[in-house]
Each structure stands twice: as C-alpha cells, then as structure tokens.
C-alpha cells in the first residue's frame, strides 16, 4: 500500500512515472497482480514489461486465495461507497482460516470498518484509500493495512487541536500517537476519536501490534498491560504523503 499511494502521489503532482519490474529476483510482479495491485495503479503509469489487462474492477480471487485478500479502494468522501468492505473483507477471512466464530468475525470487521473511517475523517483529498488484509498460513499471522495519500492523520489532528487550543496542540507525535489509540482524541472535540481508540482496545486484546507511518516518521506500538506503549520511533524518514496503518496480530 505503501508503494501504491507512492505512485498516486507522484501522479498528482502531474509527474511521468514508470514501474520496471525487469531483471527482479523476487516474484514481487506476480504477486502485486494477485492481490490487485495493478487494479488500484493510476492508469498513467507505465509497467514494464507489460501492464496485466484488466477489463474490469472485479476481484479476482474473492476471497478465494488461500491467503491473501486483495486490495479495495476507500471513498474519501462517499462514506456508503465503504460500508460494505469490513464485511466483505471478514467474510472473506472466515472462509481462508476456516472459522465461523462470530466474536472474532466482529471484532476484526470493527477494527476494518474504523479504519476504513479514518480516511474521510482525515485524509482531506480526493483521492482513495485503500485497505488490504493478509494472513500468512505458516505463522498463522494476520495484517490488516489502510493508507491513504491525504494530508496526514496528525496533520489534522493538530490543526482541529490548535483551533481548539488544546493542551495537547504543542505535543510530539508519538504522544499524540498514543493519546489517540489509548484514550481517544479528535480533531473535532470531546466526545469524539473514539474509533481508534476502540480498533486499538481489540489490538490489545489479540496482543497485536500498530505500525503508523506518517509524513516522516515511522511509530511502531506494542501492548503493555491494557495499553499500547511506544517500540520504536523512526524520524526524518523520507517523505511519504498521507498516513499508513497496519495492525498486525497472530
């Protein structure tokens, strides 16, 4: 996802972009077609050796990979366009691990579904999201990812907090970070930014863990106690527009 918001930002800023998959020793090419990737790409970029056809936006698998769930796009401004894709992603992971347990089942589509909101919560852009869920049968691992190419999840955040005056307007990022996961904050007052916080609480409770990757930093968070406390922080990365979150758990 990282890469594909990659390609979307350089393609807003009107820039020719190309995708040269020749001379890999991976099968990285084999598989972005597999899960869709190519789908979601810009219809500017150029793919080499060749771009796979797609007559349509259907799914290929449908959930019928053992393994991978392929990418959607979120609307960031037509909330209904996301409303069925939790559901769709969870029942669709209930037929690749094989289960029907419905606690489960429910907790994961509420973890998809609050992230699938952040986008037109945050991001402030026309262009979509996307959320993309993997589950790794040897390890028995599960990823859950959204990103978006908007203005940023803090960026936001510490605008609707400045305008506010917020106590918490002048604070790091990773504060901010961990004030919206364990407690709840929001850009746009009290009683608001509660959908983190409760995709956050079900993280905890599967022991998972949360990458953000932001603008220029990377805040990896892991679980303590009933809280998430802060792994590692990764500052001045390379600029990366928009806001990546990948919740990860076995």
Not at 230 to 240: L, P, R
């Amino acid at each position: 996802l990282k890469l594909l918001c990659l390609c979307h930002h350089v393609v807003a800023l009107h820039l020719p972009l190309t995708l040269n998959f020749n001379g890999g020793q991976c099968d990285c090419f084999t598989f972005l077609e597999r899960c869709g990737f190519f789908r979601a790409l810009p219809r500017s970029v150029t793919v080499i050796p060749t771009r796979p056809v797609s007559h349509d936006a259907s799914i290929v698998y449908a959930g019928n990979s053992a393994n991978l769930l392929e990418i959607r796009e979120v609307s960031p401004s037509i909330i209904s366009q996301n409303r069925p894709i939790p559901g769709q992603l969870t029942d669709t992971l209930g037929r690749v691990i094989n289960t029907n347990c419905e606690s489960f089942l429910s907790q994961i589509q509420t973890v998809i579904s609050e992230f699938c909101d952040n986008v037109p919560e945050h991001s402030q852009t026309t262009t979509p999201g996307f959320v993309y869920m993997h589950h790794y049968p040897a390890t028995k691992k599960l990823v859950i990812s959204v990103a978006d190419i908007g203005v940023g999840l803090l960026n936001s955040l510490r605008a609707g907090l400045t305008s506010r005056g917020h106590p918490l307007r002048t604070e790091s990022s990773k504060t901010l970070i961990l004030e919206m996961f364990n407690k709840g904050l929001s850009r746009k007052g009290e009683q608001r930014g509660t959908g983190l916080n409760r995709a956050a609480r079900i993280a905890i409770d599967y022991k998972g863990t949360l990458h953000v990757r932001l603008d220029q930093q990377i805040i990896d968070l892991h679980p303590i106690g009933d809280q998430f406390a802060t792994a590692s922080v990764n500052e001045n990365c390379a600029i990366s527009k928009g806001t990546h979150i990948t919740f990860s758990f076995s």
